[in-house]
């Protein structure tokens, strides 16, 4: 993998891990804000700024791509680029969970 | 239909002084209409609201404009207008009092704000450097023109302070995040 992109996404913004979780399925972007607030009851209320701008600087990292476009929504999936870059993530949040479990 | 203009001047980096600005004016019942020319705001008489107005930098959402906007819509934001690069747009605050912004972390502000950089401060970098600078040491040195380069001067001077408070800025986001 691409130090850049290991340095960018390892660790990574809240938004950006929300979006790649969310996109092991095609959605879009406001589907996500969606799905997000499920989620997380309301806690996490993702806004259209961060969200179109974090959607394209991942779709150029390639860690999603874009697949096609629907009532004037661009649909987003995650690429194996991106699944290899969660995985690291979720390894790197486990490990500090089960030290702070250790711990505390 | 009663109306106002006001004409106000904001420098590159201060487009929260900006929206702070439009929120006053929402809130003592004048609602922005649009802005024209060099920084000329106009209002049309209101009930007085907590209107929330924010702006956005990015040419990649102005190329994909249908789409860019679709997002805002989706998320209750109505769009104002264009204005060199910035999109305006504004959203009610909620009955809990809850003002919402158009980003939630410290990464995408940082990002709008490069975009800014990239879009604003570059071009005027290029003109400092390949117009007005030579210009200035040729009329103050050569053909000693001293009138002239002390016009040029002031305008340097100006430049200098706007990239000073640009600098400033730019440290302030960049320590903000994570």
């Not at chain 1, 972007?29 to 806004?47: C, P, R």
């Not at chain 1, 649909?75 to 680029?81: A, K, N, S």
């Not at chain 2, 019942?29 to 929330?52: A, R, S």
């Amino acid at each position: 993998m691409d130090q850049h992109i290991k340095k960018v996404y390892v660790p990574m913004t809240e938004t950006a891990f929300f979006i790649l979780l969310c996109l092991r399925k095609p959605n879009h972007g406001y589907g996500i804000v969606q799905m997000v607030a499920k989620m997380t009851d309301g806690a996490i209320k993702l806004t259209p700024g961060t969200m179109y701008g974090s959607l394209s600087k991942m779709e150029k990292d390639n860690v999603i791509r874009f697949i096609r476009e629907e009532d004037k929504r661009k649909i987003y999936q995650i690429t194996d680029l991106g699944l290899e870059v969660l995985q690291l993530e979720l390894k790197r949040i486990d490990r500090l969970y089960k030290i702070a479990q250790e711990e505390m | 239909m009663q109306v106002k203009k006001q004409f106000k001047w904001f420098t590159i980096f201060e487009y929260e002084k900006e929206q702070d600005y439009l929120r006053e004016m929402h809130k003592s019942g004048w609602k922005f209409v649009k802005v024209t020319g060099l920084g000329m705001y106009h209002f049309e008489k209101c009930i007085p609201q907590d209107v929330v107005y924010q702006l956005d930098y990015n040419k990649d959402g102005l190329a994909h404009k249908d789409e860019y906007l679709k997002m805002f819509d989706d998320c209750g934001w109505e769009y104002i207008q264009d204005f060199f690069g910035y999109s305006y747009f504004r959203k009610a605050v909620d009955e809990d009092g809850v003002a919402e912004e158009i980003f939630c972390d410290e990464e995408s502000r940082f990002q709008m704000m490069q975009r800014v950089i990239k879009g604003r401060m570059l071009p005027l970098l290029i003109l400092f450097f390949t117009v007005l600078l030579p210009q200035f040491i040729s009329h103050l040195f050569y053909t000693r023109y001293y009138l002239i380069a002390s016009l040029i001067g002031g305008v340097l001077a100006m430049y200098l302070t706007i990239f000073g408070m640009c600098f400033v800025k730019y440290t302030q986001y960049k320590n903000r995040r994570k």
